[in-house]
């Protein structure tokens, strides 16, 4: 069945700190694939998305470009700041009724 | 934001009592989703809903059961609450309009003693 494989955490960084988490997809076809960010807390809300092969998906200096040849979707920026302390999860969508799979979240910590 | 309320916020209960767990959401969405969160497992889905009456199983849904009689609210039960149901739970939606994004509520803490 599809999966979601993301690097294990936790990831510590200093503040402007460049930031990668891997996540690598099995899936069946090209299914959406998304980013959520959870803060402390709260639930997860929705950070980015990609619908095809070679989109690229943006918000709050966050990207991930979904490649189908190597069938990832890191997520990536430029200059963490400590606010961006949180979970990150990559999932993608399983088949019909918009189903989700997640995979575990890599946790990220920003110190000043 | 999708108006999602989950309730009760947090619960702890004992071992072989049953435990329903409320989701409401204001916004009319057709699909309704429940998931529980454990470490180094992300976000597992349970049960999800397409329509008042119309449910079906998630990945793991032993132990588990949904109703949906009305749009707005979708119920969680555990027949019979064991230990390794203890886990934060999370109901999303999805707008009727498309785009594939999934609004989350804020979680239920449930702790089974």
């Known amino acids: 069945g599809n999966s979601v494989t993301q690097m294990e955490g936790p990831v510590t960084l200093s503040e402007e700190a460049f930031l990668t988490i891997n996540c690598t997809y099995t899936a069946t076809g090209y299914p959406s694939l998304f980013w959520y960010v959870q803060y402390p807390g709260e639930g997860l809300q929705l950070l980015l998305k990609a619908t095809k092969a070679d989109d690229k998906g943006s918000n709050k200096g966050f990207e991930a470009t979904y490649r189908k040849e190597t069938t990832s979707f890191h997520l990536e920026k430029g200059s963490v700041q400590v606010s961006d302390s949180a979970v990150y999860f990559c999932a993608l969508k399983d088949g019909g009724y918009n189903k989700l799979i997640f995979g575990a979240g890599t946790r990220l910590a920003v110190h000043p | ?101 999934q609004f989350f509520g804020p979680g239920t803490r449930l702790t089974v003693l």
């Open chain 2, 1 to 101: 934001d999708a108006g999602i309320t989950q309730s009760p916020r947090h619960k702890v209960t004992e071992t072989g009592t049953p435990v329903t767990l409320r989701c409401h959401q204001t916004e009319n969405h057709r699909y309704m989703y429940w998931y529980r969160q454990d470490p180094g497992h992300g976000l597992r889905l349970i049960h999800y809903s397409y329509g008042v009456k119309d449910t079906d199983k998630g990945e793991v849904s032993d132990g588990y059961s949904v109703s949906r009689s009305k749009t707005e609210d979708f119920l969680l039960t555990l027949e019979s609450a064991t230990s390794s149901q203890t886990s934060v739970y999370f109901c999303a939606t999805i707008p009727d309009r498309g785009g594939n994004e």
